[in-house]
């Protein structure tokens, strides 16, 4: 099932964006908004696939929206004028609807997305890399090349075997998306099994010689980790 999202300000045009979700089999509508600043609080504490999504919004627009997000859903722009197209497909929008639209070219826009989500659910299967974007820049890292993350305010550092990137995630997101591939030692830090060298009640010593501080709260777990 993909979740959707309705971002439009015209109460019409979120209501026969309704009925197109509902009568879509594979949709479900987890919400509607009149605003992009909404959306923008509501996905910082929900998780959807799918943005139905126009342009000429109050206080911020759904292009500034796209630009505020680190990791955007897929995306369908609905949208009453054509000239904001192409620099709506420089964000990776699936498709660029225009108002008023026929339910059929909604159904062509939702079979684009379904391609995508399988695609992407596919990848997914496969934990060998990451995207991560470190300001206008995504970067494709493979997960065996990352050596150890650190807490960095509301960003953290990842540091790979030829690179040093600053990402806008927390520590937690880390923990949770390679909880295969790293460990927590800290509250600040988590560590690749592969980079370790050696380790004592304080600290733990990776290959180019770093060592990372291990705190209480972690320490007596950490040896079992590493059996895993």
Not at 96 to 117: N, W
């Amino acid at each position: 099932m993909i979740q959707c999202l309705i971002v439009d300000d015209e109460p019409i045009a979120r209501s026969i964006l309704e009925k197109y979700v509902n009568r879509t089999p594979g949709l479900q509508l987890v919400g509607q908004l009149d605003n992009a600043l909404s959306a923008l609080e509501f996905l910082s504490n929900h998780s959807v696939d799918l943005i139905l999504l126009d342009i000429n919004m109050p206080e911020l627009s759904g292009i500034e929206l796209l630009k505020s997000l680190y990791r955007s859903p897929m995306v369908i722009i609905t949208s009453a004028y054509a000239q904001y197209g192409a620099e709506s497909y420089e964000y990776n929008v699936v498709d660029y609807l225009l108002k008023p639209i026929p339910f059929a070219r909604f159904l062509k826009a939702i079979q684009k997305v379904s391609e995508v989500h399988a695609r992407r659910s596919k990848e997914s299967e496969d934990p060998e890399y990451v995207f991560l974007r470190e300001d206008q820049t995504t970067h494709k890292i493979f997960k065996k090349d990352i050596r150890y993350v650190q807490a960095f305010g509301n960003y953290v550092k990842v540091f790979t075997t030829s690179d040093m990137l600053v990402v806008r995630k927390t520590l937690r997101d880390f923990a949770t998306e390679l909880s295969g591939s790293l460990i927590q030692i800290h509250k600040s830090y988590l560590v690749s099994r592969s980079y370790i060298q050696f380790m004592d009640r304080e600290t733990i010593t990776l290959d180019q010689q770093e060592a990372l501080p291990i705190s209480k709260t972690y320490r007596e777990n950490i040896p079992k980790l590493l059996t895993h």
